[in-house]
């Protein structure tokens, strides 16, 4: 079946500009989460969606971030007025539930670059 | 709070030769722990959990990885490597107090095999 699918694949943007990048979850998975990897930091979580519970925004690394799921199904994140330290490749994953045992799925990722 | 320590940034090995790579945790809670791994330019794939079931996890591709609570360790290992083996390796736990699922992630082993 189909994985998890985000988009773009690739976007270059210049500083201070917004951006929007979605993921579409694997089918019938409630949990969704949002991580972001990047050479300094590693692989580090922004945000996790689950169901119609409000959204834990604990990972977003400032309010120019921001993250919805709209219909329960596919995500967008946008980040505003870009900045360089944004330069990261932006990774979203599902899981059938959330929860520390289950496994989540993830996409190929939206590689973000800010000039 | 939850943290994972994966010990070697690079690890070398020759093919057909068996592979280490090692990862100590720190959890306060009965972890879930994870090992994911990254061939270049494609998405993360789970190798294989450990969910407080048998100790001795056995994964994909001949991988198999080892809890060990009085260690804190939860080593990954192979037999004998293949040059597709090749790729980055993460070890992974699940954040226990939040129980979303939320990952925190190592940073990385990057495995090189050579023919």
């Known amino acids: 079946g189909a994985g998890v699918s985000q988009s773009p694949s690739n976007k270059v943007t210049e500083k201070g500009k917004d951006v929007e990048l979605r993921c579409d979850p694997i089918s019938g998975h409630t949990a969704l989460y949002w991580y972001r990897q990047s050479l300094g930091q590693g692989l580090e979580f922004l945000i996790y969606f689950q169901g119609n519970s409000a959204p834990d925004k604990s990972g977003l690394p400032s309010d120019r971030f921001s993250a919805e799921r709209t219909g329960g199904s596919v995500s967008t994140l946008t980040i505003q007025r870009t900045q360089q330290e944004d330069s990261a490749v932006y990774l979203c994953?599902?899981?059938?539930?959330?929860?520390?045992?289950?496994?989540?799925?993830f996409g190929p990722g939206t590689r973000l670059l800010v000039l | 709070a939850q943290s994972v320590t994966q010990l070697d940034s690079h690890v070398s090995v020759s093919e057909g030769t068996p592979v280490l790579l090692r990862c100590n945790y720190s959890s306060s809670y009965s972890p879930s722990l994870f090992w994911y791994v990254q061939h270049p330019n494609k998405g993360l794939q789970l190798l294989l959990k450990?969910?407080?079931?048998?100790?001795l996890v056995k994964g994909i591709n001949g991988f198999e990885a080892e809890f060990k609570k009085s260690e804190t360790s939860f080593h990954l290992t192979k037999p004998s490597a293949h040059m597709s083996d090749a790729a980055e390796y993460f070890c992974?736990?699940?954040?226990?107090?939040?129980?979303?699922?939320?990952?925190?992630f190592g940073q990385g082993t990057t495995l090189q095999v050579k023919p």
């Open positions: 450990y969910t407080s079931a048998a100790t």
């Open positions: 992974v736990v699940s954040d226990g107090p939040s129980n979303t699922g939320k990952l925190i």
């Open positions: 994953a599902s899981s059938l539930v959330g929860g520390i045992q289950e496994t989540q799925y």
